[in-house]
């Protein structure tokens, strides 16, 4: 009778032990699927913000700019030149007819050069 109760015992020991690990590797499972999961999305949306920092550094450097949009300490000289450059004088006196110095300085550069 002893010997029944231990093997009874044993058995009922062992269907818990074994629904435990059942329930262990279903939940590891389960964890590991969603990590796996997580890992695979955060990759896509990191993929697609570097794709388009990318873009938006090329898209950058295909965009026409003017020097002093880039370098914004360029000299009086510098500024005029590239003004006389770019536009014609009734175009310049457009732009700076609110200016008298800018507009004097510009007559007295167009006259010597």
């Given at each position: 009778?002893?010997?029944t109760d231990k093997q009874f015992l044993d058995a009922i020991h062992g269907k818990i032990i074994a629904k435990k690990r059942k329930w262990i590797t279903m939940f590891t499972s389960a964890m590991i699927l969603m990590v796996v999961f997580i890992a695979y999305e955060s990759f896509n949306i990191i993929q697609n913000e570097r794709y388009e920092s990318l873009w938006s550094e090329y898209q950058y450097e295909q965009e026409e700019y003017y020097l002093w949009e880039v370098n914004d300490e360029l000299s009086d000289?510098?500024?005029f030149?590239?003004?006389?450059?770019?536009?014609d004088m009734?175009?310049?006196f457009d732009i700076l007819k609110d200016s008298s110095e800018l507009l004097q300085v510009l007559k007295t550069t167009n006259l010597e050069g």
């Open positions: 009778m002893v010997n000289d510098e500024l030149s590239v003004m006389l450059e770019l536009y009734d175009e310049i």
